[in-house]
């Protein structure tokens, strides 16, 4: 199925390529759990910015590898690269316009990173 999503504005627009049964994490890292963010892990190749990379600022905190992108007017993250899969792209599940028909909402102890961050490093890889 494809998606489309984007920020509250709408100057920030994408496109998700995902099954219609997803799996995402509730994740209760500081900033997760402030933002409400629900985490939809796809391959780099699923994912396609269709507006708003001039709009996108991007915020890094802890180690700076995550790459957290926010829109400049509105300042809704509906996507990022995450720490744990550098090779793909977080979604917000909240910001997609349409939902999957069924979703299973897992927790995450983000929290606790370092102990549990290689669970997720699967999420990107393309499903054959």
Not at 20 to 28: L, Q, R
Not at 87 to 92: L, S, Y
Request: contains cysteine; glycine residues 8%.
């Amino acid at each position: 199925m494809i998606y489309r999503g984007g920020c509250h504005c709408g100057a920030v627009q994408f496109e998700v390529e995902a099954p219609e049964s997803v799996e995402v994490e509730d994740c209760n890292c500081s900033i997760c759990r402030k933002t409400g963010f629900l985490h939809l892990i796809v391959p780099l190749q699923s994912f396609r910015l269709l507006s708003g990379a001039d709009t996108l600022t991007t915020y890094r905190f802890n180690t700076g590898v995550a790459e957290h992108k926010f829109c400049r007017v509105c300042g809704i993250k509906s996507f990022y690269i995450p720490r744990s899969n550098p090779d793909g792209v977080d979604v917000n599940l909240r910001c997609l316009a349409t939902q999957p028909d069924q979703v299973k909402i897992v927790s995450f102890d983000g929290d606790n990173w370092e102990a549990h961050g290689a669970k997720l490093a699967s999420k990107s890889k393309p499903v054959p």
